[in-house]
């Protein structure tokens, strides 16, 4: 007779019961429904840490006193997710209410997707609308209006001011000034002369990529000769020891952690960490990334806001955002994370205005270059970083790669579209 | 001849105490050393850690701890109950998948043992990202999406095959003179599963089972993905929180680990309990 | 060792009390487990199956950054050939190769002398043991970061170096000493999973046998060479085969320390698939990839699997 494994069963259905039980325990997902008058939760996706989650929270009081009947639910996910888990969403036709995204890199893919609900009637009806730049609206490729940006991450130069006075050098302007001072912080031996970015991913063409565009050259317009000077200048810096070789491997949170170990003279990084600087044990300073033949350019990084296509409640989305390019918004946002307000009128606000650390970048913005708008942006960075991770590593001269640099972006451009 | 269970093992058979020695020194520096600098960073204040994360001299302080203990706290309590259930599923379920892969009863079983575990290694070369959207639409269609019952599955599937063929040569260990013995008695397979299988897999029950909980236990891809938004995170996505493209708190990351990693350890102790030395010797005189 | 069919624990397994002289009419076959094997073979089918199935589209379609969300426009071959003529995937499954070759190493040899040690029940090895799971159970950000301060230039690392005298060595910046650094942390963070699951065969060997074999003469490497190890076959293949695996599907430690820089000197194959997938959004160049790793390392499991039905007991 066969005798029945009771203690089998027994065990599976302990363990389905306890998988039922941890589904009946967990909350079902979805903000509350709801028409005027009653209660809303926006939910809003970042990936924000540090400052940048400080500034989100500051903006969000802002928003819910004006707005009694809506509460903010901050949702942060993990940088790297965050793509996954819109796309995800948008397959199965759901989504936040409003989201950051990184919008150099992830903006084509996420529009394309459809994640984005179109904004333009809102941003034509929105009476500040003049106090934007250009460059802080994000259309998509049927024209819509998807992605506003109410504030702007730009690079530019930091320099250890106890360094610098201790060999009697001035915070450079140009390129070549920037050189001669290195050239002195070398040969005197005691500290590295530059931190910054060459890992072969978007954040090395990202600190580098402005020595081109202040030459004239875009990513539409590469060619193995006008994008030879950046290599060359990344491998001359290597050569001379301005730029640690382990540079090749670096992304920006590392350089910056190099940096505040107060061994380096200067740094290429951006406004962002204006807020860290402050618990530096040496002297600092910054200024406008060095300038070269056309001034001094960069391009404008940092997240954009969309409102998911999905959203139940877009109108209150869209009054959220007007919160963040409110005058207000935007000086509560500089003053936790020090993200640079793009409405002009920022500028001329007194918390704006007299941050000494912050007016470089604050006038940077208004010179910066714009972003091609090709589908392939993202493989072109990783592409010129990854050169440039070659070239400061000794693995490639700096002609082979310019040539490979432009080959791979012409192709690139074919097959991306955009403006270019 | 009863040095079965002896609790400081037999004099023969062991190394000798030279080698053992020195690898034990070995071992405790190249695993000592890290563990030493993540506590280190952990005592260091947001400032420290920020301006002097290599340095080993510096005014020690609770502060970071004070500061994470809070949401620690919660997520180690929800990892606890996802890599609980997980494990227990995968243990219900490959234990007797693992057993079924090693009886060759005839020919043709043989063959779909052979097709079968082609496949759990295939299912192990997919990678997790690219599982995500497609598993999001699934488990959404389920109504799973957003609960810890959808992460359970999830995670169960995900590690399944890998503890599947881990198992195996836990159960390969029983002496083939056991089954023809059984066999002859008249036992069917559930007898000979339930009666003689399973107490001699104990082993690698326990081991494969820590193993398995230490894995979901650090599993963040599906749990960022597929979990309720704005509800208690996990341990794992906490601790990839710290990190984000513009900073990075080295030490709350560090206090974090640590604290979130003791009950891992606590789990594992237990489970190590459960393993004693040369169980098939009762078994076959 | 004969069994001994009635006073064993076998016969007292399968219901004691039963008179020594009352044979069954008939021996029993088994027959095969079939249903032992239901619930995961239902569960994967439910779970895995259809992502499977989507990263085979993918592979054969062109999905760029553009089209994730849509139909997917049909593309032959034309990925993989795209993948094929790539330069980069050369590289890529050099390095491959090479960390492969230092975590079979690593897991299977230093497993192997780890475990040996580690086996004995003592207070010293329970805590050496802890401390290993322990360290193995932390996240690789975590881990990585760590090794990734400790090899820097002015890492603790390179600090004891200046101390001895020695110049500062680019762990992490010479295309060379990068893989190796890589490696070498991916072998120190697998190696105490090895030891574990190596140390777990260890007990499960008898006693005695190692016993005779010591009465017998043998030295202490002897029995483990020619006795224990043979018994651990099935592990170390199951290990070596699990190692394999890993090495052409993670990046972990790549991807926290290294970022498979510098330039592509640490890219493995999943790392270039996922920088392709998730960096530069070409899914389907991503998704070929690891379909040709995947189809790489099934020209391995399949011999692998024929193999082992030696192992399975009738």
């Known amino acids: ?420 | 001849m009863s040095r079965r269970g002896s609790r400081t093992g037999a004099q023969v058979g062991t190394p000798p105490r030279v080698l053992s020695g020195i690898v034990k020194v070995i071992l405790t520096v190249t695993y000592l050393v890290p563990l030493l600098w993540i506590v280190i960073e952990a005592f260091k204040s947001d400032n420290q850690s920020l301006t002097a994360p290599d340095a080993l001299i510096f005014a020690p302080t609770l502060a970071t701890f004070r500061t994470v203990i809070g949401t620690a706290t919660g997520s180690v309590l929800l990892s606890l109950l996802i890599a609980a259930i997980a494990t227990a599923a995968v243990t219900v379920v490959g234990v007797p998948a693992a057993y079924a892969l090693t009886r060759r009863t005839s020919p043709g079983w043989g063959r779909v043992i052979a097709v079968v575990l082609t496949i759990l290694l295939i299912l192990q070369m997919v990678p997790q990202p690219m599982t995500v959207i497609p598993l999001y639409g699934v488990l959404a269609r389920w109504h799973l999406l957003g609960s810890v019952t959808g992460l359970v599955v999830a995670d169960t599937a995900l590690v399944l095959p890998f503890s599947i063929l881990l198992l195996r040569p836990f159960a390969l260990a029983v002496p083939k003179s056991l089954y023809e013995a059984a066999a002859l008695d008249g036992a069917g397979n559930a007898q000979i599963f339930l009666r003689i299988v399973i107490p001699l897999l104990r082993n690698g029950i326990a081991t494969v089972a820590s193993i398995v909980f230490i894995i979901v236990w650090g599993e963040f891809i599906y749990a960022t993905n597929f979990l309720t938004e704005g509800s208690q995170l996990p341990v794992s996505a906490l601790l990839a929180e710290q990190i984000s493209i513009y900073s990075a708190n080295w030490n709350r990351l560090m206090a974090l680990a640590l604290l979130t990693s003791l009950p891992l350890l606590a789990v594992f102790l237990f489970a190590q309990r459960r393993l004693t030395a040369g169980l098939t010797l009762g078994a076959v005189r | 060792m004969t069994a001994d069919l009635r006073s064993g624990k076998a016969g007292a397994a399968l219901g004691a009390g039963r008179p020594p002289d009352c044979v069954p009419t008939r021996a029993r076959r088994v027959t095969a487990p079939w249903a032992y094997l239901l619930a995961a073979v239902v569960l994967l089918a439910l779970v895995c199956v259809y992502p499977l199935a989507e990263l085979v589209h993918l592979a054969f379609s062109a999905v760029g950054p553009t089209n994730l969300i849509g139909s997917w426009p049909w593309a032959g071959l034309a990925n993989f050939r795209a993948v094929l003529a790539n330069p980069e995937l050369m590289q890529a499954v050099r390095v491959t190769a090479e960390l492969t070759v230092m975590l079979l190493v690593s897991d299977l040899v230093l497993g192997f002398v780890v475990a040996s040690v580690l086996v004995s029940q003592s207070y010293s090895t329970s805590a050496v043991m802890s401390l290993m799971v322990f360290v193995w159970a932390l996240p690789p950000l975590v881990s990585g970061t760590v090794w990734k301060f400790l090899l820097s230039s002015n890492g603790a690392v390179n600090s004891l170096l200046g101390l001895l005298g020695f110049q500062p060595v680019d762990f992490l910046a010479s295309p060379t000493l990068a893989l190796w650094s890589v490696g070498l942390v991916t072998c120190w963070a697998a190696l105490p999973f090895a030891t574990l699951v190596l140390r777990s065969g260890m007990l499960a060997v008898p006693r005695d046998v190692i016993e005779a074999a010591a009465i017998d003469g043998a030295r202490y490497g002897k029995i483990q060479t020619r006795i224990v190890l043979p018994l651990l076959r099935p592990t170390m293949g199951i290990l070596a085969i699990l190692a394999v695996i890993y090495s052409f599907q993670g990046f972990n430690f790549i991807y926290v320390m290294t970022e498979g820089g510098p330039g592509t000197a640490t890219a493995n194959v999943p790392f270039l698939a996922y920088q392709q997938a998730f960096t530069s959004f070409e899914l389907s160049g991503g998704a070929a990839i690891a379909l040709l790793a995947l189809a790489f390392v099934l020209v391995l499991a399949v011999p692998y699997a024929l193999s082992v039905r030696h192992e399975e007991h009738e």
């Open chain 1, 1 to 420: 007779m066969r005798h029945l494994p009771t203690r089998w069963f027994a065990g599976t259905a302990v363990v389905a019961a306890l998988v039922l039980a941890a589904g009946a325990c967990s909350s079902s997902p979805g903000s509350a429904s709801g028409g005027s008058g009653q209660h809303i939760t926006l939910t809003v996706w970042s990936y924000f840490g540090g400052d940048q989650l400080a500034a989100l929270k500051a903006v969000d009081k802002l928003f819910e006193q004006t707005h009694p009947n809506v509460t903010v639910n901050e949702i942060v996910v993990p940088g790297p997710e965050l793509d996954t888990k819109l796309l995800a969403a948008a397959s199965t036709r759901a989504g936040p209410d409003v989201f950051f995204n990184n919008v150099v890199v992830d903006f084509p893919e996420l529009s394309a997707a459809g994640a984005f609900y179109n904004l333009t009637k809102f941003w034509h009806a929105y009476p500040d609308k003049s106090q934007f730049p250009a460059a802080a609206i994000w259309k998509g490729s049927n024209g819509q209006i998807q992605n506003v940006m109410s504030y702007s991450n730009l690079n530019g130069l930091f320099y250890n001011k106890t360094i610098l006075d201790q060999y009697h050098l001035t915070p450079p302007a140009t390129v070549t000034q920037l050189e001669s001072d290195m050239q002195v912080i070398t040969k005197a031996g005691k500290y590295t002369a530059l931190a910054a970015s060459a890992d072969p991913e978007p954040d090395g063409a990202w600190t580098w990529f402005p020595l081109l565009l202040e030459q004239g050259t875009n990513y539409c317009n590469v060619t193995a000769t006008s994008a030879a000077p950046m290599f060359q200048t990344v491998a001359n810096w290597t050569k001379a020891g301005y730029l640690p070789k382990e540079a090749a491997t670096w992304t920006q949170t590392d350089t910056w952690t190099q940096f505040m170990s107060g061994k380096y003279a200067f740094l290429v990084d951006g406004n962002w960490n204006l807020g860290a600087a402050k618990a530096a044990t040496f002297s600092w300073g910054t200024t406008q990334y060095p300038a070269g033949a056309d001034g001094s350019r960069v391009f404008p990084g940092g997240e954009a806001m969309g409102i998911s296509a999905f959203t139940k409640h877009p109108q209150a989305a869209w009054e959220y955002l007007e919160a963040w390019l409110s005058s207000q918004g935007s000086v509560l946002d500089f003053q936790n994370s020090g993200q640079i307000p793009t409405r002009a009128d920022a500028a001329t606000t007194p918390a704006v205005k007299d941050d000494t650390a912050a007016a470089p970048f604050v006038a940077a913005i208004k010179t910066v270059s714009a972003w091609p708008t090709s589908s392939k942006i993202a493989q072109m960075q990783t592409t010129v970083g990854t050169e440039l991770s070659d070239v400061v590593s000794g693995q490639a001269s700096a002609a082979s790669a310019a040539a490979a640099t432009a080959t791979a972006i012409q192709s690139d451009i074919k097959a991306g579209g955009g403006d270019c």
